[in-house]
């Protein structure tokens, strides 16, 4: 309406977490028995257990960091990595600069993440693969200049990564403290166990709510508030992390894990594969197999 103005009320975009800089992007699995020494630098670095286990040096610190876990080495901290264990690890390493006082948070912190926050580390790979290429190996050199945006939106998944972990922190410690949540965290448990016992497809909606001792839509409910997926989707993530271990650890070939974890043909199970990791099978193997070269970096 002509002579008429709204009053606007302009509100600044202040950052939380701001990253400034990707330096290097590792996701391999290493070789049991492989050592990183350590070494030192000015940024941060973020290492992300995706299954398997691993000792992690942190100055003079020693931790044991399983699947799901993630530790955070702040500027000038000294880190080294021990794969001692049967179970070789899988691991996503990023390291950035980021200046933002609330990086405090993570000094000499380790923690395990939820499953919605393991959604944001996969959207995080796959625009590394859009925007560096499959071999996900070293310092970052953005190899499909036509990926529009990809080190932005690689920046901006890591920051909402962070912030994530930041939030969640307060909440956690309310949760804890109500008893109401004692009993859905126990059907969560004994949902979640029913799924890894029984990873070759055989399982249906209605015996997780059986096993659980809870309706459907409360099942559903709680998967989503507590998981970020519904309890199929999180099922079918739990698949294709064994995928990934049968691929890797068992030295399967596409064929034979697709029947293990009873897939009808192994080209559904790769077209399936792909949509959850990014990566086909066949290159996830190569990589693999490969990481006993790959896993030399920075020595």
Same mark, same amino acid.
């Given at each position: 309406?002509?002579?008429?103005?709204?009053?606007? !009320?302009?509100?600044?975009?202040?950052?939380?977490?701001?990253?400034?800089?990707?330096?290097?992007?590792?996701?391999?699995?290493?070789?049991?028995?492989?050592?990183?020494?350590?070494?030192?630098?000015?940024?941060?670095?973020?290492?992300?257990?995706?299954?398997?286990?691993?000792?992690?040096?942190?100055?003079?610190?020693?931790?044991?960091?399983?699947?799901?876990?993630?530790?955070?080495?702040?500027?000038?901290?000294?880190?080294?990595?021990?794969?001692?264990?049967?179970?070789?690890?899988?691991?996503?390493?990023?390291?950035?600069?980021?200046? @933002?006082?609330?990086?405090?948070?993570?000094?000499?912190?380790?923690?395990?993440?939820?499953?919605?926050?393991? %959604?944001?580390?996969?959207?995080?790979?796959?625009? #590394?693969?859009?925007?560096?290429?499959?071999?996900?190996?070293?310092?970052?050199?953005?190899?499909?200049?036509?990926?529009?945006?990809?080190?932005?939106?690689?920046?901006?998944?890591?920051?909402?990564?962070?912030?994530?972990?930041?939030?969640?922190?307060?909440?956690?410690?309310?949760?804890?403290?109500?008893?109401?949540?004692?009993?859905?965290?126990?059907?969560?448990?004994?949902?979640?166990?029913?799924?890894?016992?029984?990873?070759?497809?055989?399982?249906?909606?209605?015996?997780?709510?059986?096993?659980?001792? %809870?309706?459907?839509?409360?099942?559903?409910?709680?998967?989503?508030?507590?998981?970020?997926? @519904?309890?199929?989707?999180?099922?079918?993530?739990?698949? %294709?992390?064994? !995928?990934?271990?049968?691929?890797?650890?068992?030295?399967?070939?596409?064929?034979?894990? !697709?029947? #293990?974890?009873?897939?009808?043909?192994?080209?559904?199970?790769?077209?399936?594969?792909?949509?959850?990791?990014?990566?086909?099978?066949?290159?996830?193997?190569?990589?693999?197999?490969? !990481?006993?070269?790959?896993? @030399?970096?920075?020595?």
């Amino acid at each position: 309406m002509e002579g008429w103005t709204v009053p606007y !009320a302009p509100i600044p975009c202040e950052r939380a977490i701001e990253v400034r800089t990707l330096f290097t992007l590792y996701n391999f699995r290493f070789a049991t028995g492989y050592v990183f020494r350590g070494e030192s630098h000015p940024f941060w670095e973020m290492v992300y257990v995706d299954d398997g286990a691993v000792d992690i040096g942190a100055d003079e610190r020693k931790i044991m960091l399983t699947g799901g876990d993630v530790i955070f080495h702040k500027p000038g901290e000294f880190h080294s990595i021990w794969a001692n264990y049967a179970h070789a690890p899988s691991l996503v390493v990023i390291s950035f600069a980021c200046d @933002s006082p609330a990086m405090r948070f993570f000094e000499n912190r380790f923690m395990r993440i939820l499953p919605r926050q393991r %959604m944001l580390v996969r959207e995080i790979l796959r625009e #590394a693969h859009a925007t560096f290429g499959e071999a996900l190996d070293g310092p970052v050199r953005v190899v499909n200049e036509a990926h529009l945006g990809g080190v932005q939106m690689l920046t901006l998944l890591l920051e909402a990564f962070l912030i994530s972990l930041l939030r969640r922190d307060d909440a956690q410690d309310a949760a804890r403290q109500a008893p109401e949540r004692h009993r859905e965290w126990g059907a969560l448990d004994e949902a979640v166990k029913y799924m890894r016992a029984n990873l070759a497809g055989n399982v249906r909606f209605a015996d997780l709510c059986r096993h659980a001792g %809870m309706g459907a839509t409360a099942l559903k409910q709680l998967f989503r508030q507590q998981m970020g997926a @519904s309890p199929m989707a999180y099922y079918e993530q739990l698949r %294709m992390g064994e !995928a990934r271990r049968l691929l890797a650890d068992a030295g399967l070939n596409v064929a034979q894990t !697709a029947e #293990a974890l009873g897939f009808s043909s192994p080209a559904y199970f790769s077209t399936r594969f792909h949509r959850a990791t990014g990566m086909p099978p066949t290159a996830y193997r190569k990589s693999v197999h490969g !990481a006993g070269n790959a896993a @030399s970096w920075e020595e």
